[in-house]
C-alpha cells in the first residue's frame, strides 16, 4: 500500500496551497515537510529531490512532482476530478488557468512596494469583479447546473473556491453581486472532505502575515 503523499514546502500557502486543498477535498490524507531554512531547500536541491532547483515538490507514487499545474493534473486526474473526456479536461484546465491568474495577483500583493499596494489592490479588485467573477458568473448561468463542468465536482470547481475565500479575506464585498458564486462556495463548502478542511486545525494555511513574510525572505533569499 502506497504511503501518504509528502508535501515540500514552507508552512505558508504560497504555491502549495492550491495542492492541499485539492488532496483535501478528493479525501486523500497528506503530510508536510516543511522548509523552516535556506539549509533545508539546499539539501533538496542538492540531493537531486528538485527538478528545477525549485518547491512546491510532492512526494507521490513513487515519484517526487514539481511544478505546480503538473502536481494538479496528476492528482485530479487521480482522483476523477478533471472532467470525463477531452472536451471537459479542456474546459476545467481553462478555469483552473482564469483562477491561477487572479490567484496570482493575490498571492503577490503581501510583496507589494508600499507606494504602489493600494494601486495594486484597486487594480486587483477591478479585475475581481469584472473580469473573473463575471466570466464564471456567466458560465454557472449558461448550463443552469451545480458545477462548472459536467454537472459534477471537478477541480476547477475546488480551485474556484479556493479563490473565493481568498477574496474574501481582501474584500468581501467583491462576491456580492454574484449569487451562483455565493452558491458554488456553499455547495462546495459543505462537502464533507471540504467541510473537514476548513474547520480550524487543519492543515489549510492562515493568510500570510509579516513574520511569514520574513521566514520566506530568508528562506528563498529574496
Given at each position: 500500500?502506497?504511503?501518504?503523499?509528502?508535501?515540500?514546502?514552507?508552512?505558508?500557502?504560497?504555491?502549495?496551497?492550491?495542492?492541499?486543498?485539492?488532496?483535501?477535498?478528493?479525501?486523500?490524507?497528506?503530510?508536510?515537510?516543511?522548509?523552516?531554512?535556506?539549509?533545508?531547500?539546499?539539501?533538496?536541491?542538492?540531493?537531486g529531490?528538485?527538478?528545477?532547483?525549485?518547491?512546491?515538490?510532492?512526494?507521490?507514487?513513487?515519484?517526487?512532482?514539481?511544478?505546480?499545474?503538473?502536481?494538479?493534473?496528476?492528482?485530479?486526474?487521480?482522483?476523477?476530478?478533471?472532467?470525463?473526456?477531452?472536451?471537459?479536461?479542456?474546459?476545467?484546465?481553462?478555469?483552473?488557468?482564469?483562477?491561477?491568474?487572479?490567484?496570482?495577483?493575490?498571492?503577490?500583493?503581501?510583496?507589494?512596494p508600499?507606494?504602489?499596494?493600494?494601486t495594486?489592490?484597486?487594480?486587483?479588485?477591478?479585475?475581481?469583479?469584472?473580469?473573473?467573477?463575471?466570466?464564471?458568473?456567466?458560465?454557472?448561468k449558461?448550463?443552469?447546473?451545480?458545477?462548472?463542468?459536467?454537472?459534477?465536482?471537478?477541480?476547477?470547481?475546488?480551485?474556484?473556491?479556493?479563490?473565493?475565500?481568498?477574496?474574501?479575506?481582501?474584500?468581501?464585498?467583491?462576491?456580492?453581486?454574484?449569487?451562483?458564486?455565493k452558491?458554488?462556495?456553499?455547495?462546495?463548502?459543505?462537502?464533507?472532505?471540504?467541510?473537514?478542511?476548513?474547520?480550524?486545525?487543519?492543515?489549510?494555511?492562515?493568510?500570510?502575515?509579516?513574520?511569514?513574510?520574513?521566514?520566506?525572505?530568508?528562506?528563498?533569499?529574496?
Amino acid at each position: 500500500m502506497a504511503g501518504k503523499p509528502k508535501l515540500h514546502y514552507f508552512d505558508g500557502r504560497g504555491r502549495m496551497e492550491s495542492i492541499r486543498w485539492l488532496l483535501a477535498a478528493a479525501g486523500v490524507e497528506f503530510e508536510e515537510k516543511f522548509i523552516k531554512t535556506a539549509e533545508d531547500l539546499e539539501m533538496l536541491r542538492n540531493d537531486g529531490s528538485l527538478m528545477f532547483q525549485q518547491v512546491p515538490m510532492v512526494e507521490i507514487d513513487g515519484m517526487k512532482l514539481v511544478q505546480t499545474r503538473a502536481i494538479l493534473n496528476y492528482i485530479a486526474t487521480k482522483y476523477n476530478l478533471n472532467g470525463k473526456d477531452m472536451k471537459e479536461r479542456a474546459l476545467i484546465e481553462m478555469y483552473a488557468e482564469g483562477v491561477a491568474d487572479l490567484n496570482e495577483m493575490i498571492m503577490l500583493l503581501p510583496f507589494c512596494p508600499p507606494d504602489q499596494k493600494d494601486t495594486k489592490i484597486a487594480l486587483t479588485k477591478d479585475k475581481t469583479t469584472n473580469r473573473y467573477f463575471s466570466a464564471f458568473e456567466k458560465v454557472l448561468k449558461s448550463h443552469g447546473q451545480d458545477y462548472l463542468v459536467g454537472n459534477r465536482l471537478s477541480r476547477a470547481d475546488i480551485h474556484l473556491v479556493e479563490l473565493l475565500y481568498c477574496v474574501e479575506e481582501l474584500d468581501p464585498s467583491l462576491i456580492s453581486n454574484f449569487p451562483l458564486l455565493k452558491a458554488l462556495k456553499t455547495r462546495i463548502s459543505n462537502l464533507p472532505t471540504v467541510k473537514k478542511f476548513l474547520q480550524p486545525g487543519s492543515q489549510r494555511k492562515p493568510p500570510v502575515d509579516e513574520k511569514g513574510l520574513e521566514e520566506a525572505r530568508k528562506i528563498f533569499k529574496f
